[in-house]
């Protein structure tokens, strides 16, 4: 009954008030099998509230919660990442989700998952890589390889997940040369034509970052991004503008690239 009445936002609060939060972690523990999952379900639905998300970790959730990712129950991990999901939207509880292991657990799901496993596993990735020493664990535990992986064979959700994951973690150095010896910028481009718009976005935002470093810069004229980040230029990119006119910003610091850019068209839709 209470997971059914927290898909209401005002309960949502009216639930965490009325002391459910520590019962309900709890749970995640002591439980069987069915009760860790419900348990695990209704703490994701309840930390989609900020206060909650931090009421959720102060009662000692998320080493539960990390747990759960390896419990061999398929519907059991995908619930435990969503609610790391969504606990990772507050900054002090990205650094407590990596200290609890998570890293390494979400990669498995990435490397060995069932397809909404990769899905929801990058998502968290993407919300832990925010975090600068996270950006190096997650690239250390071998994240980066699944995440290029999904860009291709992923479902279009987890397609925009892992270009987002690699968008935050390409703000390393290191990982931007990591990031492109494995292979991930033709999926990149791909993507800024044929994926969802967030994936679009996500991409372009990628490559712009990706291009900071010289050789990648190169890699990516090479492949054949400019066209297409050009083409996302033009009205009703849904946000994918900005990203890719940083990405000719970045790929414009060569004198070739100057030309080439200019003839694909992009003077006119940057004036």
């Known amino acids: 009954v209470l997971q059914k009445l927290a898909a209401n936002s005002d309960n949502k609060v009216a639930i965490a008030i009325a002391g459910a ?16 999952e419900y348990a695990a379900g209704l703490l994701r639905k309840l930390a ?12 000692g959730a998320i ?6 990712l390896a419990s061999g129950f398929v519907l059991t991990q995908c619930i435990a990442a969503r609610a790391l999901q969504k606990l990772a939207g507050n900054s002090d509880n990205k650094a407590a989700i990596a200290k609890a292991g998570a890293i390494p657990a979400l990669v498995e799901l990435l490397t060995s998952g069932t397809a909404d496993e990769k899905e929801y596993a990058a998502a ?7 975090v600068s020493d996270n950006q190096v664990a997650i690239a250390k535990a071998g994240a980066i390889s699944p995440l290029v992986e999904l860009l291709t064979s992923g479902t279009a959700e987890a397609k925009e997940e892992a270009a987002g994951a690699l968008r935050k973690l390409a703000v390393n150095s290191d990982n931007q040369v990591a990031i492109a010896k494995a292979s991930a910028v033709p999926p990149l481009i791909d993507l800024l034509t044929s994926g969802t718009d967030v994936a679009k976005v996500n991409a372009a935002a990628a490559l712009w970052i ?10 990516i004229v090479n492949a054949g991004a400019i066209p297409p980040l050009v083409a996302l230029l033009m009205p009703g990119t849904a946000g994918a503008n900005e990203k890719a006119a940083a990405a000719l910003w970045n790929l414009a610091s060569s004198y070739q690239n100057k030309a080439t850019i200019a003839k694909a068209g992009a003077i006119p839709l940057l004036v």
């Open 21 to 36: 939060i520590p019962p309900f972690v709890e749970l995640l523990t002591s439980g069987n099998a069915d009760a860790k």
């Open 48 to 59: 989609v509230v900020s206060d909650n998300q931090v009421a959720i970790a102060k009662a």
């Open 63 to 68: 080493s539960p919660l990390v747990e759960l």
């Open 124 to 130: 968290v990735l993407r919300k832990l890589a925010v």
């Open 210 to 219: 990706l291009a900071y470093n010289s050789d990648n810069d190169i890699a």
